[in-house]
């Protein structure tokens, strides 16, 4: 049935699956206090319906901001093979406790994501336990080079992955003449993460002999971050192929890419808005230990202003758990990442409480910039037709962030104690609310985040 044949018998029914009254509603014109039906999973009917339509379900959004899903493109959640970190149920779980509508999720498991039978033993293991949509990334490689225009258009595939630095066995891509034909093989944007493997295992010994964690972004320099983006710009401008960078972090990196926006996008994550080096890894040790490094205020600082120049295009997580016993080990052995898909919303809403950034560009930073730049059908924005993805959030809301809170396996969020304002209070997934005033409501029931079959080139940027 489509879209069309759907809304239409919802509305000559006038009855929805759920009609929720009573919000600010941020649709593509902006804020506007309208009812929001939604039946079969879509959205059905947006206006003053009181009165007019009846509902299986209501649900009471007065007092609050209802944002279309917010959609975190960059998680690691760990299955298979490093399930006691966290798995597709506790990390989608913390997903929709933090607003959370959709997410794609990294191919560094074990075993590696590199085949379609990796991808489908992925998405099998979703069924039924992720509580929010899903996709998965491919991993890049020299193995799978000549297939990955064919594995990168697969049902439930978000795309390509590639590690320039700090990964492991046939995932790392440090190599030129490999990053050429993986740059060569496929249409889709392509995701990279960009550090320069050769300088830091030139560096390295700088920290093996210190063992001091907050060196972590002096080994991890800028030209690290630097050098690796330059080489994947120039050689995607030569193949003609379209970049994601992922967690960008460095002022030099983002002047560079301000010149190139015509082929990139680009990725900043919280942890980079919200912590700055040294005073994180004093304060917190290797539980601030990521990669890219968290660095120094003015590099925090070019960030915020890419985000204001429209430089910025996604707001993604890096969800990259590991267990506190892990973290404990000497640095530099402790293991690099975080919890973040959980306070990703908080953290930011937090930031548009300080005036940092506006209602409507974190909405197209979270949820219309993903599916733009991704290609995503159906997602991103609250209008008719599409599907009923809301994450309901009350912009007075005072808070404070908890290890108790998270439902990551690894237990703990960095943010520990931190007092925010703003906080995620409902959210709906395809018409469902799985999540109601802060508590999970049901079963889990994610779906395979469907994709146009060939993303169109886009004006990026604000």
């Known amino acids: 049935m489509s879209d069309?044949?759907?809304?239409?018998?919802?509305?000559?029914?006038?009855?929805?699956?759920?009609?929720?009254?009573?919000?600010?509603?941020?649709?593509?014109?902006?804020?506007?206090?309208?009812?929001?039906?939604?039946?079969?999973?879509?959205?059905?009917?947006?206006?003053?319906?009181?009165?007019?339509?009846?509902?299986?379900?209501?649900?009471?959004?007065?007092?609050?901001?209802?944002?279309?899903?917010?959609?975190?493109?960059?998680?690691?959640?760990?299955?298979?093979?490093?399930?006691?970190?966290?798995?597709?149920?506790?990390?989608?779980?913390?997903?929709?406790l933090g607003g959370v509508t959709s997410i794609f999720e990294m191919p560094n498991t074990h075993p590696l994501t590199l085949w379609?039978?990796?991808?489908?033993?992925?998405l099998e293991a979703a069924q039924g336990r992720a509580w929010c949509d899903y996709a998965?990334?491919?991993?890049?490689?020299?193995?799978?080079?000549?297939?990955?225009?064919?594995?990168?258009?697969?049902?439930?595939?978000?795309?390509?992955?590639?590690?320039?630095?700090?990964?492991?066995?046939?995932?790392?891509?440090?190599?030129?003449?490999?990053?050429?034909?993986?740059?060569?093989?496929g249409r889709r944007r392509m995701a990279v993460h960009a550090e320069d493997e050769a300088r830091l295992r030139e560096r390295r010994a700088l920290v093996e002999a210190s063992g001091d964690v907050r060196q972590h972004h002096h080994w991890r320099d800028v030209e690290s971050a630097l050098k690796a983006t330059r080489r994947i710009v120039g050689m995607a401008t030569e193949t003609g192929r379209r970049l994601h960078l992922l967690h960008v972090t460095t002022a030099e990196e983002m002047a560079f890419l301000a010149r190139h926006k015509r082929r990139v996008t680009v990725e900043v994550t919280p942890h980079h808005l919200t912590m700055h080096a040294p005073e994180c890894c004093e304060r917190l040790g290797s539980l601030a230990q990521m990669n890219p490094p968290v660095r120094e205020r003015r590099h925090q600082d070019a960030l915020w202003q890419a985000i204001r120049e429209g430089v910025v295009d996604v707001i993604g997580s890096d969800h990259a758990p590991h267990t506190r016993e892990e973290k404990a080990r000497p640095?530099?052995?402790?293991?690099?990442?975080?919890?973040?898909?959980?306070?990703?919303?908080?953290?930011?809403?937090?930031?548009?409480?300080?005036?940092?950034?506006?209602?409507?560009?974190?909405?197209?930073?979270?949820?219309?910039?993903?599916?733009?730049?991704?290609?995503?059908?159906g997602k991103g924005r609250i209008a008719l037709g599409y599907d009923a993805d809301l994450t309901l959030v009350d912009l007075a809301a005072q808070r404070t962030i908890r290890n108790d809170w998270i439902a990551s396996r690894s237990g703990w969020t960095p943010y520990d104690g931190m007092p925010v304002i703003g906080w995620p209070i409902h959210t709906v997934i395809r018409g469902q609310v799985v999540v109601r005033d802060g508590q999970l409501m049901g079963l889990p029931q994610g779906k395979t985040i469907r994709f146009l079959e060939v993303p169109g080139e886009t004006t990026v940027g604000g």
């Open 4 to 96: 069309a044949d759907i809304g239409q018998q919802a509305r000559a029914r006038r009855h929805a699956d759920l009609l929720m009254q009573g919000g600010t509603v941020l649709t593509p014109n902006g804020a506007e206090r309208i009812d929001v039906a939604c039946a079969d999973g879509r959205v059905v009917a947006l206006g003053d319906l009181q009165g007019t339509w009846s509902a299986d379900t209501t649900l009471d959004a007065t007092g609050l901001h209802v944002l279309p899903g917010v959609i975190d493109s960059q998680v690691h959640f760990r299955e298979p093979g490093l399930t006691h970190k966290e798995d597709l149920e506790t990390g989608t779980r913390g997903a929709v």
């Open 116 to 122: 379609e039978t990796d991808l489908r033993a992925k």
């Open 136 to 185: 998965f990334f491919i991993g890049g490689s020299a193995v799978n080079a000549e297939r990955l225009q064919a594995l990168e258009n697969l049902p439930g595939c978000a795309g390509v992955k590639v590690f320039m630095g700090s990964s492991f066995g046939d995932l790392l891509a440090d190599d030129d003449n490999v990053l050429r034909r993986i740059l060569r093989h």
């Open 331 to 377: 640095y530099p052995q402790s293991p690099s990442g975080m919890t973040g898909v959980q306070t990703l919303l908080p953290l930011m809403l937090d930031h548009l409480h300080a005036g940092r950034l506006s209602l409507q560009r974190l909405v197209d930073l979270t949820s219309a910039g993903p599916a733009r730049i991704f290609g995503i059908e």
